[in-house]
């Protein structure tokens, strides 16, 4: 299986988010978002605390995934991008 770099998951995002992509996170805005950020934000703190290295490694990939969205919709808003 190919390993799947930053630039792969913004194009991911970009077309989730485009005309043909997801209803639903089309539909998303960051305050929408910033429940499940948080929630994302203290599974990782669980896993830390109290978990296997893999944990970590899954809740830092859905923490991710939660900049790489935020920085997807400032970028269609023109406010900032991911690589800022």
């Known amino acids: 299986m190919k390993r799947q770099t930053l ?3 913004k194009k991911i995002m970009a077309t989730l988010r485009g ?3 997801c209803p639903w996170d089309r539909e998303q805005t960051p305050q929408s978002l910033t429940p499940y ?3 994302e934000a203290l599974e990782l703190e669980d896993a830390i605390q109290n978990k ?3 944990d970590v490694l899954e809740e830092l990939g ?3 995934f939660q900049v790489v969205f ?3 919709m400032a970028e ?3 406010h900032f991008t991911l690589d800022d």
């Open 7 to 9: 630039d792969d998951l």
């Open 19 to 21: 005309p043909q992509g």
């Open 37 to 39: 950020a948080v929630e």
């Open 52 to 54: 296997t290295p893999q």
């Open 62 to 64: 859905d923490v991710l």
């Open 70 to 72: 935020q920085s997807q």
């Open 76 to 78: 269609e808003q023109g």
